[in-house]
C-alpha cells in the first residue's frame, strides 16, 4: 500500500540542526511533489515547504526560507527535512505528505523536541 | 501574509449535521482542502478540489465553495467524526496555507 514512513523522534540543543527523512513506498515516487508541515503541540498545521521530486525545484514558506533545506534521494525514493539554527519554537511534530496540491498520504510524523 | 479563518468550534448532537466555513480573499482562485486529524493522529485528507470526495471517505462527508467562502458539511454526524478539521489553500504565489482550524464536538 501507499505510505510514508517517517524517522524516529529527535532531541536538539537551541542552535543546532534536524535532519528528518520520510521514505516513499507504494506509488511513484519520482512522479511526485513531497511537503513537510509541521504541528506545535495544540496548534495548528504550518508548511514548511515542498520539493518537486522528480526536478528538485524546491518552494520555502518566507517564514523558513534561511534556515529549511528539503532534498530527496531519488535511488532511495526518500525525502528530507532540514531545518538549522533550532530554537525552542521549533519544537514541534514534523509530517511529510505528498502533494502537489491534495496531500493525500501523510507519514506517522516526527518529534523534534529543542532544549537545552 | 494570507489566512485562512475558520470557526474554533462547532458542536452537534449525532445524527445532526456539522458545517464547518473557512473564509479567504483567494478562495475564488484557488482550490480548496479539507482534513481531519484525530488526537495523536495525523491528518487525512477528507474532500480536494473544493468538493470531490476521496475514495475510502464516506458520502456523509462533503465540500462546496461560494465566493470567499468554502464549506465542509458533515451529514448525519456520528462519535467517530469528533476531531479537529483543517482546510488548506494557496495565496497567488503558491504559498500554502492552513486554516487555524476547527474543534467539532459530537455532543
Known amino acids: 500500500q501507499m505510505q510514508l514512513v517517517q524517522s524516529g523522534p529527535e532531541v536538539k540543543k537551541p542552535g543546532t540542526s534536524v535532519k528528518v527523512s520520510c521514505k516513499a513506498s507504494g506509488f511513484t515516487f519520482t512522479s511526485s511533489a513531497m511537503q513537510w508541515v509541521r504541528q506545535a503541540r495544540g496548534q495548528r498545521l504550518e508548511w514548511i515547504g515542498w520539493?518537486?521530486?522528480?526536478?528538485?525545484?524546491?518552494n520555502y514558506a518566507q517564514k523558513f526560507q534561511e534556515r529549511v533545506t528539503i532534498t530527496r534521494d531519488m535511488s532511495t525514493s526518500t525525502a528530507y527535512m532540514e531545518l538549522s539554527s533550532l530554537r525552542s519554537e521549533d519544537t514541534a511534530v514534523y509530517y511529510c505528505?505528498?502533494?502537489?496540491?491534495?496531500?493525500?498520504?501523510w507519514g506517522q510524523g516526527t518529534m523534534v523536541t529543542v532544549s537545552s | 501574509s494570507y489566512e485562512l479563518t475558520q470557526p474554533p468550534s462547532v458542536s452537534v448532537s449525532p445524527g445532526q449535521t456539522a458545517r464547518i466555513t473557512c473564509s479567504g480573499d483567494?478562495?475564488?482562485?484557488?482550490?480548496a482542502y479539507w482534513y481531519q486529524q484525530k488526537p495523536g493522529q495525523a491528518p487525512v485528507l477528507v474532500i480536494y478540489?473544493?468538493?470531490e470526495r476521496p475514495s475510502g471517505i464516506p458520502e456523509r462527508f462533503s465540500g462546496s465553495s461560494s465566493g470567499t467562502t468554502v464549506t465542509l458539511t458533515i451529514s448525519g454526524v456520528q462519535a467517530e467524526d469528533e476531531a479537529d478539521y483543517y482546510c488548506?489553500?494557496?495565496?497567488?504565489?503558491?504559498?500554502?496555507?492552513f486554516g487555524g482550524g476547527t474543534k467539532l464536538t459530537v455532543l
Open positions: 488548506q489553500s494557496a495565496d497567488s504565489s503558491g504559498t500554502i496555507v
Open positions: 483567494a478562495l475564488p482562485k484557488q482550490y
Open positions: 478540489k473544493d468538493s
Open positions: 520539493i518537486v521530486v522528480g526536478s528538485g525545484n524546491t
Open positions: 505528505a505528498r502533494g502537489p496540491d491534495a496531500f493525500d498520504i
